[in-house]
């Protein structure tokens, strides 16, 4: 204690020497760009009254405070408490001193149990350790996590958040995302070995072919360290050999984020002998495939990506796209190295820029527009964090990285969309801090490029956004100075309330303009420096007249504000709040001069307007003028509206004007003094008389303002907040430079050392004027109400509506002057809690005493108790909304609403991210200002609510608990609201609230009106919540829930309705474990006794209530719900709650049903829960690598414990056998199953009625939010489960077939049943299953048939899926049944059922052991043979491979015996002569190459054998093999398997181009469409990429293709597309020689291949250098001939001899290739295109009609792309390029967007 009396003493010491000298200093460091806002400010010394909490917080971790309980012991009572001192400590940024000692008291909290300390408090512990090592340093630090717990304890997460009851519940309490947090904010501390153990334990998991590989990933990537003792190489070999294992997005942005970490944490210097250059192309062609961008006219379809798992989203991003750019952008940037002679990234990041380059044209859109543009601008701000954070990178490697961007950044600036502009903009605006004077100009260049033409309107508003965006380039080089003054001439013009868009811009543009330059009116140049300087003092000399201009045309948008409304309300907010800063920023950098010119321009404004359409705008203003310059804008503003207001004389009064110019004036008076502060003692006699005499006003409007002048003098008086924002400090602001020379201090920067900050803090003078209002106003208005209490009559209702006004008004602007503080014991202040700031309002406290003692508060809430006792008496209820207003002003406000301070923090979150500067400043001074001051009010929110809770505050809570369960719905509404915010404040009222409420409930008594309020009360979320933390408060609360059964009116019963749904959506269930708290043992031990008795008391009783059956169907749903909700493992089940919920099963109602299946599937788990045991796991890296399953490894999998006793499994096991003997409720139990498969969806409950209203609040549980995750979410994911059922499946069936009709719960349910009693399950299942067959039921209607076979799919896979819970004896008797109805289901069956047994069988062999699928597979093997191909039944045989495609999909790689079997069935089979059989035969062919791939490893004979059926002569083979070999392919290909059979296109490639021309169209469109997608695959093995491109380059020499120009077309996009997509892979000299096919293919006899080879030569081209453009260009041209052919003249005499000259074809070619050159550079200008288009056009006049029409359009497609930049690409043309160029195809349209 006397240690901290001593610290006390030296902090006040330390405080008050700041306050004296207002000078706020700090010498932390400013952190670098991009920071959020929970980093913390560099300038925390800037607050008054600073103080740490820290050293305390620490000093409760080992016990040294004895007051608290101390954490070293974990008593779980004191954590919440030391939490949230934690938590404020690290609002008000203070550093973390010991993170170990932190780290180490939360970690056992984190990892408890739930049950033991709640799960709230869990998942505060689990957020504030995140905080914690969020905020401290990773480097310099010994503090040292163990992963493994937190390995533990998420899998326990996934794997318990697929398990029902209690303790899943629980578990899940912590939100996955937080625990995902956390772990990305530990790992930096793992341990250095933590890389290779986590490698290893992920090793058994990656298995390509089945789903887990994707749970690998997803762990390897959260938990795997950025640095560690493992070997680069070895790791990057790694992650690229499996990355082409799947092609998926979510696949991809985990790889990539995992690179991006590694590369910033192993940063290496050299990169050419590092270990990344060996995976560069392979990494670039990534960024590639990724961008998925069309190839102009090849526009063919991508394989389908590989579906990903539902239970492994929970790894993912839930912004995918946004994602996978921004980890592509960082992994680019931190690849980059300094050195540029080593920088080999340099050479293939231009590549890939100068590929995607055309893209971000305005005239190119499609899918690939919001990838690419969130792709520049998170490249950009990379860069420019990376590249001012390290010193290294020279300004050569600047200038290079800005070259190659320059061209994509402009393009995208005036795209027509939303996405390209705005992120160009914010690209621009990160790379303005590089402070490039090149990027300056040629950002200039194009913005006055627009403004000069104004050609579309977009542009313009890009170009002024754009200018917003680079204010830091302006101030960099006297040459942005010399722009500024003619930009914001021009942009004035922009201001256009007619055009919404371009006023936000400009008004922009101007915020960030002049909130770094201040003006002074008389400014000098300096003749020491003229040159230099000229440009700043040219801009300093216009400064002070425009922003004259600037606030005419901003006063004049006022005027005309009701134009933007038509806009809508965000519109109108967004320009009024950038009107607010605009005119803030005016006055507030303007010196004494400028600041009395521009008030008296507002003055002259406001004496002649009146704008009531824009009275909130006008105070703004009015408010930001004083506030900028009180003492000259009170005496130039506020006297003019003080004298329009009050007529002088003898006796001062208001002026005989209408009302509504008073309460005009009024309102400008009120905004005037909002920020006086001091300057308001001046006018103390003004404005109490201005107070007075509008006070006594008749009429209430003018009260009302008057009362709101009077709240904005008191808040202005007695709050504290800064006094400037100016971008200089006051030092720097009064010095005598800034009176000559302020360019001196343009985008001055600052560090925090030297920064300053001054802040209006309340003087004596201030205060007493504040507490003479305040008692002269609260005095007559208390006296008043006394008055009407004691004599009703003696005042009019309207006098005592103002007395309320009045009291309301005090409590709001005085709310700092009546937060009362604590006292000692001895009756004193204890101001050792208090800030320094708020002394001298203590000490000033008692004035502020009107009687007997008695605060001002109290007696307001004393007065206000009295009178609402008496309102409601007399039934007097007008007034009882104005007087709940004013008992929440007294209860609840305290001086900083939480509301608003939420919202400052909000909109200062986004000035930062706009106005932030990376590695040079932070941020603007005025925005650290705005920092300082949010974090005051974060403090200031805290300690005024620090106060007693005096009796007359309770009586007040009393008094609004009546009011709002009030007969009147008027008054309740309020007193709600009133009461649910004191309830967030005065929590420990909360348990009084709930019991008096409960007991409303259960009160038949009780009026309608008084019951609907009491349950709208209760949906309070705060009382449902405190109602489910006390096992005293939740019995009466959840059977007050079922006796609203008692009452008959309809809107009672929907009320209850909605108050289960609210209670099911926000509520959790408490333990029965008592918590640690500070007791006894013997405490606690009764304590848990007595919740026992309590929870079997409560679930007893509402088994009364569900098992009533007079009772309506809606409330024994409720109470069986409630008890779903309650079940849990501890204690278990009894009898009668199987017995209920079974019978509940059979009930005829059909909502009961549904709950009763779900709860025996939560009783059944609980029971006999899924053993996961240490054994051999044979779907894992080892055994699929080496193709034998024999060898897999010994994986260790979590047990899942707390098993019941057997005695409790027995008495369960029993209960069941007994309902399934009983043969009325065995039979009804599957007849309800088969029935509630035949209800129509017309028949389901609609949303109107109360099960529909139940269902669809049930489902919002679900989609929003839940600000209590874990049992709350888990509750409303039970309702949702049992009320909608989700159909959700594992991919375990045919790739192309899903189970309509099957039932998720209804299988869970039937295993259950299985997995408890094992073989005694047998002959119930049988008995039903003989019921449900095919066979038995193909008489019934095409509906009852569906839900027939539904039903007995259903038992078959619960069957199935139970096999390893059997004997071997109970194995063999359920195959004896198995194989005789699969037999019938390929005989019986109806096709419309067979995706249900199909699915039945996926589901029911999924990862089972292979020995026992094989009796199965035997059986369809031996019906498959019976198939004779001449047999009539094609339905049976495709029936028969369907469930064959079933077994293989679930066997997978297991069972190579059954692999080959089934290709032998194919190959046998392919060429069927029915189109559904051959489809089947694909399936199951798709699926076994799945099965039996390997990563680069030759592809299996056996499909070979297979796949050369269709080789050779192609167009000779059967039609029918052909068509079953490429539906196998497609299949794959729209399955996700395209990965698995990439080893087979080489074989494949000839028969589908020579298929082109088939006969067959239908065959042939098939083999079209698989072509375009085999074109699109990615080969990553070198020799399967040699094969390939060989097999390109030898087809044309093939006979078939030389006969079929369709296989001659239909290569050429193949080999565009393999080139694109292979650029960064394939040698220069393989693109050469596809190039070389290509152009070969422009001599082609035919037309049509002709224009194919031209547009694939496009491609190619843009892949070309200059020097090899300029070569094939004189190519064409050699080819083309020197001059063009003329036109054949008349035979006669003097006729010419004709002029030999090459074929038409090859003339044609030649032009054909010239213009794919032209087309290929788009939107600029190489050195050789104006040569090349003036040779060209030569030719317009040929005698060829084909080359005339070829060169024509060359020359459009180049005006159409070039003529927006005319302007600037005409000067790389000479007169007579210029001249040739436009006298072909010119448009005399100047722009093409018109």
């Given at each position: 204690?006397?240690?901290?009396?001593?610290?006390?003493?030296?902090?006040?010491?330390?405080?008050?020497?700041?306050?004296?000298?207002?000078?706020?200093?700090?010498?932390?460091?400013?952190?670098?760009?991009?920071?959020?806002?929970?980093?913390?400010?560099?300038?925390?010394?800037?607050?008054?009254?600073?103080?740490?909490?820290?050293?305390?917080?620490?000093?409760?971790?080992?016990?040294?405070?004895?007051?608290?309980?101390?954490?070293?012991?974990?008593?779980?009572?004191?954590?919440?408490?030391?939490?949230?001192?934690?938590?404020?400590?690290?609002?008000?940024?203070?550093?973390?001193?010991?993170?170990?000692?932190?780290?180490?008291?939360?970690?056992?909290?984190?990892?408890?149990?739930?049950?033991?300390?709640?799960?709230?408090?869990?998942?505060?512990?689990?957020?504030?350790?995140?905080?914690?090592?969020?905020?401290?340093?990773?480097?310099?630090?010994?503090?040292?996590?163990?992963?493994?717990?937190?390995?533990?304890?998420?899998?326990?997460?996934?794997?318990?958040?697929?398990?029902?009851?209690?303790?899943?519940?629980?578990?899940?309490?912590?939100?996955?995302?937080?625990?995902?947090?956390?772990?990305?904010?530990?790992?930096?501390?793992?341990?250095?070995?933590?890389?290779?153990?986590?490698?290893?334990?992920?090793?058994?998991?990656?298995?390509?072919?089945?789903?887990?590989?994707?749970?690998?990933?997803?762990?390897?990537?959260?938990?795997?360290?950025?640095?560690?003792?493992?070997?680069?190489?070895?790791?990057?070999?790694?992650?690229?050999?499996?990355?082409?294992?799947?092609?998926?997005?979510?696949?991809?942005?985990?790889?990539?984020?995992?690179?991006?970490?590694?590369?910033?944490?192993?940063?290496?210097?050299?990169?050419?002998?590092?270990?990344?250059?060996?995976?560069?192309?392979?990494?670039?062609?990534?960024?590639?495939?990724?961008?998925?961008?069309?190839?102009?006219?090849?526009?063919?379809?991508?394989?389908?990506?590989?579906?990903?798992?539902?239970?492994?989203?929970?790894?993912?991003?839930?912004?995918?796209?946004?994602?996978?750019?921004?980890?592509?952008?960082?992994?680019?940037?931190?690849?980059?190295?300094?050195?540029?002679?080593?920088?080999?990234?340099?050479?293939?990041?231009?590549?890939?820029?100068?590929?995607?380059?055309?893209?971000?044209?305005?005239?190119?859109?499609?899918?690939?527009?919001?990838?690419?543009?969130?792709?520049?601008?998170?490249?950009?701000?990379?860069?420019?964090?990376?590249?001012?954070?390290?010193?290294?990178?020279?300004?050569?490697?600047?200038?290079?990285?800005?070259?190659?961007?320059?061209?994509?950044?402009?393009?995208?600036?005036?795209?027509?969309?939303?996405?390209?502009?705005?992120?160009?903009?914010?690209?621009?605006?990160?790379?303005?801090?590089?402070?490039?004077?090149?990027?300056?100009?040629?950002?200039?260049?194009?913005?006055?490029?627009?403004?000069?033409?104004?050609?579309?309107?977009?542009?313009?508003?890009?170009?002024?956004?754009?200018?917003?965006?680079?204010?830091?380039?302006?101030?960099?080089?006297?040459?942005?100075?010399?722009?500024?003054?003619?930009?914001?001439?021009?942009?004035?013009?922009?201001?256009?309330?007619?055009?919404?868009?371009?006023?936000?811009?400009?008004?922009?543009?101007?915020?960030?303009?002049?909130?770094?330059?201040?003006?002074?009116?008389?400014?000098?140049?300096?003749?020491?420096?003229?040159?230099?300087?000229?440009?700043?003092?040219?801009?300093?000399?216009?400064?002070?007249?425009?922003?004259?201009?600037?606030?005419?045309?901003?006063?004049?948008?006022?005027?005309?504000?009701?134009?933007?409304?038509?806009?809508?309300?965000?519109?109108?907010?967004?320009?009024?709040?950038?009107?607010?800063?605009?005119?803030?920023?005016?006055?507030?950098?303007?010196?004494?001069?400028?600041?009395?010119?521009?008030?008296?321009?507002?003055?002259?404004?406001?004496?002649?307007?009146?704008?009531?359409?824009?009275?909130?705008?006008?105070?703004?203003?009015?408010?930001?003028?004083?506030?900028?310059?009180?003492?000259?804008?009170?005496?130039?503003?506020?006297?003019?509206?003080?004298?329009?207001?009050?007529?002088?004389?003898?006796?001062?009064?208001?002026?005989?004007?209408?009302?509504?110019?008073?309460?005009?004036?009024?309102?400008?008076?009120?905004?005037?003094?909002?920020?006086?502060?001091?300057?308001?003692?001046?006018?103390?006699?003004?404005?109490?008389?201005?107070?007075?005499?509008?006070?006594?006003?008749?009429?209430?409007?003018?009260?009302?303002?008057?009362?709101?002048?009077?709240?904005?003098?008191?808040?202005?008086?007695?709050?504290?907040?800064?006094?400037?924002?100016?971008?200089?400090?006051?030092?720097?602001?009064?010095?005598?430079?800034?009176?000559?020379?302020?360019?001196?201090?343009?985008?001055?920067?600052?560090?925090?050392?030297?920064?300053?900050?001054?802040?209006?803090?309340?003087?004596?003078?201030?205060?007493?004027?504040?507490?003479?209002?305040?008692?002269?106003?609260?005095?007559?208005?208390?006296?008043?109400?006394?008055?009407?209490?004691?004599?009703?009559?003696?005042?009019?209702?309207?006098?005592?509506?103002?007395?309320?006004?009045?009291?309301?008004?005090?409590?709001?602007?005085?709310?700092?002057?009546?937060?009362?503080?604590?006292?000692?014991?001895?009756?004193?202040?204890?101001?050792?809690?208090?800030?320094?700031?708020?002394?001298?309002?203590?000490?000033?406290?008692?004035?502020?005493?009107?009687?007997?003692?008695?605060?001002?508060?109290?007696?307001?809430?004393?007065?206000?108790?009295?009178?609402?006792?008496?309102?409601?008496?007399?039934?007097?209820?007008?007034?009882?909304?104005?007087?709940?207003?004013?008992?929440?002003?007294?209860?609840?406000?305290?001086?900083?609403?939480?509301?608003?301070?939420?919202?400052?923090?909000?909109?200062?979150?986004?000035?930062?991210?706009?106005?932030?500067?990376?590695?040079?400043?932070?941020?603007?001074?005025?925005?650290?200002?705005?920092?300082?001051?949010?974090?005051?009010?974060?403090?200031?929110?805290?300690?005024?609510?620090?106060?007693?809770?005096?009796?007359?505050?309770?009586?007040?809570?009393?008094?609004?608990?009546?009011?709002?369960?009030?007969?009147?719905?008027?008054?309740?509404?309020?007193?709600?609201?009133?009461?649910?915010?004191?309830?967030?404040?005065?929590?420990?009222?909360?348990?009084?609230?709930?019991?008096?409420?409960?007991?409303?409930?259960?009160?038949?008594?009780?009026?309608?009106?008084?019951?609907?309020?009491?349950?709208?009360?209760?949906?309070?979320?705060?009382?449902?919540?405190?109602?489910?933390?006390?096992?005293?408060?939740?019995?009466?609360?959840?059977?007050?829930?079922?006796?609203?059964?008692?009452?008959?009116?309809?809107?009672?019963?929907?009320?209850?309705?909605?108050?289960?749904?609210?209670?099911?959506?926000?509520?959790?269930?408490?333990?029965?474990?008592?918590?640690?708290?500070?007791?006894?043992?013997?405490?606690?031990?009764?304590?848990?006794?007595?919740?026992?008795?309590?929870?079997?008391?409560?679930?007893?009783?509402?088994?009364?209530?569900?098992?009533?059956?007079?009772?309506?169907?809606?409330?024994?749903?409720?109470?069986?719900?409630?008890?779903?909700?309650?079940?849990?493992?501890?204690?278990?089940?009894?009898?009668?709650?199987?017995?209920?919920?079974?019978?509940?099963?059979?009930?005829?109602?059909?909502?009961?049903?549904?709950?009763?299946?779900?709860?025996?599937?939560?009783?059944?788990?609980?029971?006999?829960?899924?053993?996961?045991?240490?054994?051999?796991?044979?779907?894992?890296?080892?055994?699929?690598?080496?193709?034998?399953?024999?060898?897999?490894?010994?994986?260790?999998?979590?047990?899942?414990?707390?098993?019941?006793?057997?005695?409790?499994?027995?008495?369960?096991?029993?209960?069941?056998?007994?309902?399934?003997?009983?043969?009325?409720?065995?039979?009804?139990?599957?007849?309800?199953?088969?029935?509630?498969?035949?209800?129509?969806?017309?028949?389901?409950?609609?949303?109107?009625?109360?099960?529909?209203?139940?269902?669809?609040?049930?489902?919002?549980?679900?989609?929003?939010?839940?600000?209590?995750?874990?049992?709350?979410?888990?509750?409303?994911?039970?309702?949702?489960?049992?009320?909608?059922?989700?159909?959700?499946?594992?991919?375990?069936?045919?790739?192309?077939?899903?189970?309509?009709?099957?039932?998720?719960?209804?299988?869970?349910?039937?295993?259950?049943?299985?997995?408890?009693?094992?073989?005694?399950?047998?002959?119930?299942?049988?008995?039903?299953?003989?019921?449900?067959?095919?066979?038995?039921?193909?008489?019934?209607?095409?509906?009852?048939?569906?839900?027939?076979?539904?039903?007995?799919?259903?038992?078959?896979?619960?069957?199935?899926?139970?096999?390893?819970?059997?004997?071997?004896?109970?194995?063999?008797?359920?195959?004896?049944?198995?194989?005789?109805?699969?037999?019938?289901?390929?005989?019986?069956?109806?096709?419309?059922?067979?995706?249900?047994?199909?699915?039945?069988?996926?589901?029911?062999?999924?990862?089972?052991?292979?020995?026992?699928?094989?009796?199965?597979?035997?059986?369809?093997?031996?019906?498959?043979?019976?198939?004779?191909?001449?047999?009539?039944?094609?339905?049976?045989?495709?029936?028969?491979?369907?469930?064959?495609?079933?077994?293989?999909?679930?066997?997978?790689?297991?069972?190579?015996?059954?692999?080959?079997?089934?290709?032998?069935?194919?190959?046998?089979?392919?060429?069927?002569?029915?189109?559904?059989?051959?489809?089947?035969?694909?399936?199951?062919?798709?699926?076994?190459?799945?099965?039996?791939?390997?990563?680069?490893?030759?592809?299996?004979?056996?499909?070979?054998?297979?796949?050369?059926?269709?080789?050779?002569?192609?167009?000779?083979?059967?039609?029918?093999?052909?068509?079953?070999?490429?539906?196998?392919?497609?299949?794959?290909?729209?399955?996700?398997?395209?990965?698995?059979?990439?080893?087979?296109?080489?074989?494949?490639?000839?028969?589908?181009?020579?298929?082109?021309?088939?006969?067959?169209?239908?065959?042939?469109?098939?083999?079209?469409?698989?072509?375009?997608?085999?074109?699109?695959?990615?080969?990553?093995?070198?020799?399967?990429?040699?094969?390939?491109?060989?097999?390109?380059?030898?087809?044309?020499?093939?006979?078939?293709?030389?006969?079929?120009?369709?296989?001659?077309?239909?290569?050429?996009?193949?080999?565009?597309?393999?080139?694109?997509?292979?650029?960064?892979?394939?040698?220069?000299?393989?693109?050469?020689?596809?190039?070389?096919?290509?152009?070969?293919?422009?001599?082609?006899?035919?037309?049509?291949?002709?224009?194919?080879?031209?547009?694939?030569?496009?491609?190619?081209?843009?892949?070309?250098?200059?020097?090899?453009?300029?070569?094939?260009?004189?190519?064409?041209?050699?080819?083309?001939?020197?001059?063009?052919?003329?036109?054949?003249?008349?035979?006669?005499?003097?006729?010419?001899?004709?002029?030999?000259?090459?074929?038409?074809?090859?003339?044609?070619?030649?032009?054909?290739?010239?213009?794919?050159?032209?087309?290929?550079?788009?939107?600029?200008?190489?050195?050789?295109?104006?040569?090349?288009?003036?040779?060209?056009?030569?030719?317009?006049?040929?005698?060829?009609?084909?080359?005339?029409?070829?060169?024509?359009?060359?020359?459009?497609?180049?005006?159409?792309?070039?003529?927006?930049?005319?302007?600037?690409?005409?000067?790389?043309?000479?007169?007579?390029?210029?001249?040739?160029?436009?006298?072909?195809?010119?448009?005399?349209?100047?722009?093409y967007y018109l």
């Amino acid at each position: 204690q006397q240690q901290q009396q001593q610290q006390r003493s030296n902090h006040n010491e330390a405080t008050n020497h700041l306050h004296d000298t207002g000078i706020m200093t700090d010498e932390a460091t400013t952190p670098p760009h991009f920071s959020k806002w929970d980093k913390p400010l560099p300038n925390q010394a800037l607050l008054p009254g600073q103080h740490e909490l820290m050293p305390l917080i620490l000093s409760q971790l080992g016990g040294q405070d004895t007051s608290l309980p101390s954490l070293a012991q974990r008593e779980f009572g004191a954590l919440r408490h030391w939490l949230r001192q934690l938590n404020k400590a690290l609002d008000l940024g203070e550093k973390i001193v010991d993170a170990n000692s932190i780290a180490e008291a939360l970690m056992p909290f984190v990892l408890a149990d739930a049950q033991q300390i709640g799960p709230s408090t869990q998942l505060k512990a689990v957020q504030t350790l995140t905080r914690v090592l969020k905020k401290t340093p990773k480097s310099g630090e010994s503090l040292v996590i163990d992963w493994r717990p937190l390995w533990q304890r998420f899998l326990t997460y996934l794997t318990l958040s697929m398990i029902a009851g209690y303790e899943s519940q629980a578990m899940l309490a912590i939100n996955g995302w937080k625990l995902k947090e956390l772990i990305r904010r530990a790992r930096p501390f793992f341990a250095s070995t933590a890389v290779q153990e986590i490698r290893k334990e992920l090793l058994p998991l990656w298995c390509p072919v089945d789903d887990a590989v994707f749970r690998a990933q997803g762990l390897l990537c959260l938990f795997m360290p950025s640095k560690g003792s493992f070997e680069l190489k070895e790791l990057l070999d790694d992650i690229f050999d499996k990355w082409p294992w799947v092609t998926r997005a979510e696949w991809d942005t985990q790889w990539l984020d995992l690179l991006g970490r590694v590369a910033k944490a192993n940063e290496c210097k050299s990169m050419k002998s590092g270990p990344w250059k060996e995976h560069l192309p392979q990494l670039f062609t990534r960024f590639l495939h990724i961008f998925d961008i069309s190839l102009g006219d090849a526009k063919v379809e991508r394989p389908h990506n590989r579906p990903y798992p539902g239970t492994c989203y929970f790894f993912t991003s839930r912004h995918q796209t946004s994602a996978k750019m921004r980890s592509m952008a960082k992994l680019i940037v931190q690849l980059f190295s300094p050195n540029a002679e080593d920088d080999i990234i340099m050479p293939h990041f231009e590549k890939l820029m100068k590929v995607i380059e055309p893209y971000y044209h305005p005239s190119n859109s499609g899918s690939w527009t919001e990838r690419l543009s969130q792709f520049l601008e998170h490249l950009c701000c990379f860069y420019a964090r990376r590249i001012l954070k390290n010193p290294e990178f020279g300004p050569t490697h600047t200038a290079k990285f800005l070259q190659v961007m320059t061209v994509p950044i402009f393009s995208a600036l005036y795209g027509k969309g939303d996405s390209m502009p705005s992120a160009a903009a914010r690209a621009l605006h990160a790379l303005s801090y590089l402070k490039s004077p090149t990027l300056l100009s040629d950002v200039l260049e194009r913005v006055n490029l627009v403004f000069s033409t104004f050609t579309a309107t977009h542009q313009t508003l890009s170009a002024m956004d754009a200018l917003s965006y680079i204010q830091p380039l302006f101030f960099s080089t006297p040459e942005g100075i010399q722009q500024l003054p003619a930009l914001l001439e021009i942009t004035l013009l922009g201001l256009d309330v007619n055009d919404i868009g371009k006023t936000l811009s400009a008004l922009a543009f101007y915020g960030s303009i002049l909130s770094w330059t201040p003006f002074v009116a008389e400014a000098s140049l300096a003749p020491t420096s003229p040159a230099e300087y000229a440009a700043h003092a040219s801009l300093a000399a216009f400064l002070p007249g425009w922003v004259s201009v600037l606030l005419e045309r901003l006063l004049a948008l006022l005027s005309q504000l009701e134009e933007a409304a038509k806009h809508g309300d965000a519109t109108r907010n967004n320009l009024q709040n950038l009107i607010t800063i605009v005119v803030h920023v005016l006055f507030m950098q303007a010196d004494q001069t400028v600041f009395e010119t521009l008030a008296q321009q507002l003055n002259n404004f406001l004496a002649y307007n009146t704008l009531s359409q824009a009275k909130a705008e006008m105070r703004s203003v009015c408010s930001a003028a004083v506030y900028s310059n009180p003492e000259a804008g009170m005496k130039l503003l506020f006297v003019p509206v003080y004298n329009k207001l009050v007529k002088h004389g003898a006796e001062a009064k208001l002026r005989n004007s209408a009302d509504a110019e008073l309460i005009w004036n009024l309102h400008l008076a009120s905004s005037l003094v909002s920020r006086g502060g001091t300057a308001l003692v001046a006018y103390k006699q003004q404005l109490t008389t201005l107070c007075k005499l509008g006070v006594n006003h008749s009429s209430y409007d003018v009260v009302k303002a008057t009362l709101g002048l009077l709240q904005s003098i008191l808040k202005s008086l007695s709050l504290t907040y800064p006094l400037d924002y100016r971008s200089v400090t006051p030092g720097d602001w009064k010095s005598p430079e800034m009176a000559s020379q302020p360019w001196l201090f343009y985008s001055r920067e600052y560090s925090a050392s030297t920064l300053s900050l001054q802040w209006h803090e309340p003087n004596e003078e201030e205060l007493t004027m504040s507490l003479e209002l305040v008692n002269n106003l609260v005095a007559k208005s208390c006296d008043q109400i006394e008055s009407y209490i004691v004599e009703p009559k003696s005042i009019p209702k309207d006098e005592l509506k103002k007395s309320l006004a009045g009291l309301r008004c005090v409590l709001h602007g005085a709310s700092v002057l009546l937060s009362e503080p604590k006292t000692t014991a001895e009756g004193d202040v204890d101001q050792s809690r208090w800030d320094t700031s708020s002394r001298i309002v203590i000490r000033n406290l008692d004035k502020c005493h009107v009687q007997s003692g008695d605060s001002i508060r109290e007696r307001i809430a004393s007065v206000l108790h009295r009178l609402t006792r008496q309102l409601v008496d007399s039934r007097l209820l007008d007034l009882l909304p104005l007087v709940c207003k004013v008992a929440s002003a007294v209860l609840n406000d305290r001086g900083v609403s939480y509301g608003s301070l939420q919202a400052r923090k909000q909109l200062y979150g986004f000035s930062k991210i706009k106005y932030s500067r990376p590695g040079s400043g932070g941020l603007p001074r005025r925005l650290i200002v705005e920092r300082a001051y949010v974090q005051y009010l974060m403090r200031e929110h805290e300690r005024l609510w620090m106060v007693p809770h005096a009796p007359a505050y309770k009586l007040l809570v009393d008094d609004l608990i009546e009011l709002a369960i009030h007969d009147s719905p008027k008054t309740r509404k309020p007193a709600q609201g009133a009461l649910a915010t004191s309830l967030h404040h005065f929590y420990f009222w909360k348990r009084d609230v709930v019991v008096r409420m409960t007991a409303n409930l259960n009160n038949v008594q009780l009026s309608q009106e008084n019951l609907l309020g009491t349950l709208s009360l209760l949906q309070n979320k705060t009382l449902l919540r405190a109602a489910c933390k006390d096992w005293r408060l939740l019995p009466p609360f959840v059977l007050g829930l079922v006796h609203g059964h008692k009452h008959e009116s309809v809107m009672v019963q929907a009320a209850f309705t909605s108050l289960f749904i609210a209670f099911a959506r926000n509520a959790s269930c408490p333990p029965l474990q008592a918590q640690l708290q500070i007791c006894s043992s013997s405490q606690l031990s009764a304590i848990t006794k007595r919740n026992f008795e309590v929870y079997t008391g409560l679930v007893e009783a509402l088994l009364q209530y569900a098992t009533d059956c007079k009772l309506h169907w809606r409330y024994q749903l409720i109470a069986s719900a409630c008890i779903l909700f309650l079940l849990r493992r501890d204690p278990a089940p009894s009898a009668a709650v199987w017995n209920h919920f079974l019978l509940a099963a059979v009930s005829e109602i059909s909502a009961l049903r549904e709950v009763a299946r779900y709860a025996l599937c939560v009783l059944l788990k609980i029971a006999q829960p899924k053993i996961i045991g240490t054994g051999k796991i044979d779907n894992n890296y080892s055994g699929w690598g080496s193709g034998r399953p024999e060898n897999a490894d010994v994986m260790g999998r979590m047990k899942t414990s707390g098993i019941l006793p057997e005695e409790a499994r027995n008495e369960a096991k029993s209960v069941l056998q007994a309902f399934l003997s009983d043969e009325k409720h065995g039979f009804s139990f599957f007849k309800f199953l088969r029935q509630d498969h035949e209800t129509p969806t017309s028949q389901t409950p609609t949303p109107s009625s109360p099960y529909g209203a139940i269902k669809r609040a049930a489902a919002l549980g679900i989609t929003l939010p839940s600000a209590s995750p874990g049992p709350a979410a888990q509750s409303a994911a039970n309702l949702t489960a049992f009320l909608h059922i989700p159909k959700m499946w594992p991919l375990s069936h045919s790739p192309l077939i899903s189970p309509p009709n099957l039932t998720q719960v209804n299988i869970e349910m039937l295993k259950g049943m299985v997995r408890l009693m094992g073989d005694d399950a047998l002959p119930y299942f049988f008995t039903a299953l003989k019921q449900y067959t095919p066979q038995s039921v193909n008489s019934k209607s095409r509906g009852d048939e569906e839900a027939f076979n539904a039903t007995g799919a259903e038992i078959l896979a619960a069957l199935l899926r139970g096999v390893k819970y059997f004997s071997r004896d109970g194995l063999e008797q359920l195959l004896q049944i198995v194989n005789p109805l699969l037999t019938s289901v390929t005989k019986y069956a109806p096709p419309e059922s067979m995706r249900d047994w199909q699915g039945a069988v996926g589901i029911g062999l999924n990862r089972l052991d292979v020995s026992r699928v094989e009796p199965i597979w035997n059986c369809l093997v031996a019906e498959a043979l019976k198939w004779d191909e001449a047999d009539s039944s094609s339905l049976g045989q495709c029936k028969t491979y369907q469930l064959i495609s079933a077994v293989l999909a679930a066997v997978s790689w297991r069972a190579p015996n059954m692999n080959m079997q089934a290709i032998e069935l194919v190959k046998q089979r392919a060429g069927n002569a029915y189109k559904h059989v051959r489809t089947e035969f694909a399936t199951v062919l798709a699926i076994v190459m799945r099965n039996l791939w390997r990563p680069f490893s030759r592809p299996d004979e056996a499909v070979l054998g297979i796949v050369r059926l269709i080789r050779g002569d192609a167009l000779h083979t059967a039609s029918q093999t052909l068509d079953s070999v490429l539906r196998a392919f497609a299949i794959a290909m729209y399955s996700g398997y395209a990965t698995y059979v990439t080893g087979y296109i080489p074989y494949l490639l000839e028969p589908v181009l020579s298929t082109q021309q088939e006969a067959d169209r239908e065959v042939a469109g098939e083999a079209k469409q698989l072509l375009g997608q085999l074109a699109q695959l990615t080969y990553w093995d070198a020799s399967l990429r040699s094969e390939i491109l060989h097999k390109m380059l030898e087809l044309p020499a093939v006979p078939a293709f030389e006969d079929s120009w369709h296989a001659r077309a239909a290569l050429l996009p193949v080999s565009q597309i393999f080139a694109f997509n292979h650029s960064f892979l394939l040698a220069a000299g393989d693109v050469q020689k596809l190039r070389e096919a290509v152009v070969v293919r422009l001599l082609d006899t035919r037309t049509e291949v002709r224009e194919f080879a031209s547009g694939s030569l496009r491609s190619f081209a843009r892949m070309a250098s200059d020097e090899e453009m300029e070569k094939t260009a004189q190519r064409f041209f050699d080819g083309l001939g020197s001059t063009p052919a003329q036109k054949r003249l008349q035979r006669g005499a003097g006729s010419p001899s004709p002029v030999a000259v090459q074929p038409e074809h090859e003339r044609h070619g030649a032009v054909l290739g010239l213009a794919a050159l032209i087309s290929s550079v788009p939107y600029s200008i190489p050195i050789w295109l104006p040569n090349l288009l003036l040779r060209l056009s030569a030719f317009e006049g040929d005698a060829a009609p084909a080359v005339r029409k070829s060169v024509k359009h060359a020359f459009a497609e180049f005006w159409r792309t070039h003529q927006d930049m005319w302007v600037l690409q005409e000067r790389y043309f000479t007169p007579e390029q210029i001249e040739a160029v436009k006298g072909i195809g010119a448009s005399s349209t100047s722009s093409y967007y018109l």
